[in-house]
């Protein structure tokens, strides 16, 4: 009788725990559309992380969000095209991807990267956002804003609701594609939030492991799009993600990859062309490689 009490005294506890807060065993997706358990991911590499050149980093466990490096995570800067996350994953809450979008004069009026779309072709949403993904065209951006929001305007509120809904505390964004833009800002934390999120989308993750693909212009025309990522031919079980170039955010790049049952993502903001694909590179193989503690 006394042992069937403290049976029944443990199961309350649990529920207690689990209506408060506490969480059942964590699942993430399989490429059968299913769930599976999460891969043990333990604690954080067992040696120091590199030194790196970049003015703000922060690499995170990918299935955990556990924290494993951070510097200067929440310093507000710009971040370039590193938030064309948050356009892919707004586009995606829009619903299908296969409604037409017929490209507008206004859309084709940004500076480069551009893939110089035309006015009057039409593409599906699911074609212009991995056009995006793999090779960052800002007319694709502002295309698809204009066609999901309205207005550019519309879309940039659209991306600041989603933004707010995942936990970006210190991001506010103005324009589709990361151009220069007053009072548009995130930091290296609110990046890896968003890139957390876009690499549970099986779609996102098939987007940026695409190292190249021949793009099918509406007029018939073809153009080869290479992965802006240069990771993806450095490190053999990089699948991901964005980069990100302009004067004022300097070169960034968020990087994924998933390696002996752990998956991790680096952001590295406000770099230059000589560091930002070796301090990459060198966070995204500590996090992954190293043995843990």
């Known amino acids: 009788m006394l042992r069937r009490f403290r049976v029944l005294i443990f199961a309350s506890l649990a529920a207690a725990l689990t209506s408060c807060g506490g969480e059942p065993e964590n699942r993430y997706p399989t490429s059968s559309g299913g769930t599976a358990p999460a891969p043990h991911t ?13 003015q703000s980093a922060i690499v995170i466990d990918a299935n955990s969000g556990k924290v494993l490096y951070a510097k200067n995570a929440d310093s507000v800067r710009p971040v370039a095209s590193t938030q064309k996350i948050i356009t892919a994953l707004t586009v995606l809450d829009a619903g299908s991807l296969s409604k037409t979008v017929t490209i507008a004069q206004s859309d084709t009026q940004c500076e480069p990267t551009k893939l110089y779309v035309r006015p009057g072709e039409t ?10 993904m793999v090779k960052s065209g800002n007319d694709i951006a502002r295309a ?91 490190v053999p079980y990089c699948d991901g993600m964005k980069t990100g170039t302009t004067n004022a955010a300097g070169r960034c790049l968020v990087s994924t990859g ?31 490689e190293s043995p843990r503690r």
């Open 144 to 234: 698809l804003a204009r066609d999901v929001g309205g207005s550019q305007e519309g879309f940039a509120a659209l991306m600041n609701r989603k933004a707010a809904s995942l936990g970006m505390r210190n991001s506010r964004f103005v324009n589709p594609n990361g151009l220069p833009a007053e009072g548009q800002y995130s930091t290296a934390r609110d990046i890896a939030i968003a890139a957390r999120t876009a690499y549970r989308s099986g779609t996102i993750r098939s987007w940026t492991n695409t190292e190249r693909y021949t793009f099918q212009y509406s007029s018939g025309r073809t153009k080869v799009l290479e992965n802006t990522n240069k990771l993806l031919k450095r």
């Open 42 to 54: 333990g604690g954080i590499p067992g040696i120091a992380p590199p030194t790196i050149y970049g």
């Open 258 to 288: 998933t390696y002996n049952g752990r998956s991790a993502i680096s952001v590295v903001l406000k770099s230059n062309s000589t560091h930002i694909w070796n301090d990459s590179e060198r966070l995204l193989r500590w996090a992954l």
């Open 123 to 132: 593409y599906t949403r699911g074609e212009l956002t991995k056009a995006l």
